[in-house]
């Protein structure tokens, strides 16, 4: 049976480049994968970028209301409908891959679910298990309820630590209220921290 996995780490630990190494050993072998991201997350313009530098086009975004399963499969088949041709004879998908997981909806994690164990696919999704206010995002804590294997890709605070909480920032000051989902812009930035630092920035409060 095939598995749903969710890779996840706070800010920094490198998920989007471990997402492209993945891909690339696929492709490597000469396997076909399909990349994946929440339309939400408008970052990139539908590019999945490394910090390390490296940056890869998705194969399609899943918007807010889209069933997952079914835009997988319509791509899947070569089915796309924004594709010059149609019903183009495909290899088939050897593995599902998605970045920014956290902003999927529940319900399409459990269509990664079914993708994994209904069609077949390996799917490996990657994303942050809690938002800047240490709560988790929603489509994280499903995948937590559901994936079949759950990692931790670890990174490090800057006083050495291991990093576990992400912190919002405008500017130079760390904030604690505001939407979740607030991508980076010109003045909002993202840091990684462990317990104790994030203490201190928030007056020893934990702000769920």
Known sequence: ????????????????TGLLQV???YEERGQRVLLAKPGIDTKGAGEIESRL????SVDFLIQPDDD?????AAHAAGDDPDALLEHVQVPPVACLLIDEAQFLTPGQVDDLFRIAVLDRIPV???GLRTDF???AFPGSARLLEIAH???ELKTICRCGRKAVFNTRRV??????DGDQVAIDGADVWYESLCGTCYLEASGGQLLA
Do not use: W
Not at 1 to 16: P, Q, T, V
């Open 1 to 16: 049976m095939s598995k749903l996995y969710f890779r996840h780490g706070a800010m920094n630990s490198g998920k989007s």
């Open 23 to 25: 891909a690339y050993n």
């Open 53 to 56: 530098g490296m940056n890869r």
């Open 68 to 72: 997952a399963r079914a835009v997988y």
């Open 124 to 126: 490996i999704a990657y």
């Open 133 to 135: 206010r240490t709560r």
């Open 149 to 151: 294997s759950l990692e």
């Open 171 to 176: 500017g130079d000051k760390v904030v604690f």
